[in-house]
Each structure stands twice: as C-alpha cells, then as structure tokens.
C-alpha cells in the first residue's frame, strides 16, 4: 500500500513522467519519433508548447528542442526539454541510440537526466530490441523495459512492448502497451495506446495517437493522493516541407481522468539536411 507519507514533490513526478514519455521518447523504433512524422533525411527542430490544466492544478508550458541524425546502421537522438508545471519548473536533457544489426533486428537505448526539479524524473533509462517480420518486413515488434527514478524516493519499473505494421501507401499502424509497477507500495498500473502515421509524400505526414489505462497514482490536493484510477490521453498532429530544408509542425493534445483534464498545443519549426 503506498504510503501517504511521499512528499508532495515526489508525487507530482508520476503525472510529469506520462507527457515527458509522449513529447521526447522515440518510442517508434524506426528512426522517427512518435508524432515527429515520417519525413526523410536529418533533422533538428524546436517547440513551444502550453497546455491547460483544470480544477486549478497550475497550467504546463515550456519548449523542446531535439536533434534527430539517422545513418545507415545508427540513428543518434538528442532533445533537451524546458517544462513549467504544477506551479514548478525544471529542465531535463537526453540522448538515443537505434543501432540497425541487419535489415530485420536492432535495439533502441536511451537515458534522460533531469536537474533535480519535482515534476521531471531525476533520471530515466529505456532498453527495446525489435524485430522487423513478413516478406517486406512489414511487421514490427518490440520488447524492452524502462527504469524512472524521481528526485525523491518514489521509483517505477515497467515492461514495454509494441507490434507495428508497415502498410501500403506510406501508412504506419503501431499498438504499444506498457506494464508498471511503482514503487514504495508496489502498485500496479498498465496502458495502451495506438499509433497511426500517414505519409502521403515526402513533404507531409499526419500523426494520430490514442492511449489509455491505469495510473498507480498521482496528487489530487497537498494532502491526498489518488491511487489507481483510469485516464485517456489523445494526440493529432501535422507537419509540413515548406521547402527542401524547413518544415513546420503543429501538433494538438488532451489529457482526461476522474478528477482534471489538460489540453493544449504544441508550435514547432524543424530544419532538415
């Protein structure tokens, strides 16, 4: 059972963790993130996001920058992330690595550090190894974990997993899940969500992502902690080439359980070479 003792700053880090997870985590394995679009080459882009929150739990707001440099058998990640929220603030840096063992297999690693703010994890590690199936190698799946360790003493450790089809007509259908236990009080929590990428040249993509689940648990005022309950969270999202080497994005969120909502916009600019 966890206890109620957890600082408040330990347990705002649990709520920081899911938007982090969507906004930096590569979490499609091939080469792109999520909601990056598929659009070829290297790139390095910079967003402004802001979101609201209800029931008066202090808005989010802040920019991202990440770095994106693929080559034949490695791809390189790397983002550094401003975040105000909760009425906090702090920043986070981290780096990736997708290294290609042949056309079918390849194993993606990653870690994140944050400076030691409340609403951002004092460090995060994943680990997913992929295998690529099908004559066209059309199919995807991966499995791996990942280790989050907040600046308190509050710690979680999942398992990861993720089935991928690379359709006709530049269109990517992606279904991940996610098992958590955290830790002190070993609750256990897990989510789904589903992912599809149209592509349909190489100068624009359109992202969609739907998820959901259980969350083990996270602050409701400075005394009280809800544990287990439900949440959805929905994402769309477009970019566009407007020339060879500039591209711009935008990007729309929600976030709904029992108790408040977050909605908000992401503003980015991406240069490709």
Known sequence: MLRLSLSVRAMRTRAAALVLTALLWPQRSDAQAPLAGGLPGSWAEVNAFAQRVTNDFGDWSGAYARVVNPRAMDTFYGEVLALRGFREQGIQVGAAHRHDWNARLFHVIGVNVGDGSPILPRLRSDAQVGLRLGARKEWQVTGGGSYVKSPFELY????????????????????????????????????????????????????????????????????TTLRRFHSQEYALAWREKLTTQWALSLQGDRYVNPFFSRTGVTLGVARYW
């Open 156 to 223: 979680d450790v999942a398992a990861t997993g993720s089935i991928a089809w690379f359709a006709p007509k530049a269109l990517l259908l992606e279904v991940s899940g996610r098992y958590n236990t955290s830790q002190p009080g070993t609750i256990r929590s897990h989510r789904l969500q589903g992912v599809s990428i149209l592509t349909p040249s190489p100068r624009r993509s359109f992202s969609v992502r739907v998820g959901g689940g259980s969350e083990g648990w996270q602050i409701i005022s400075a005394n």
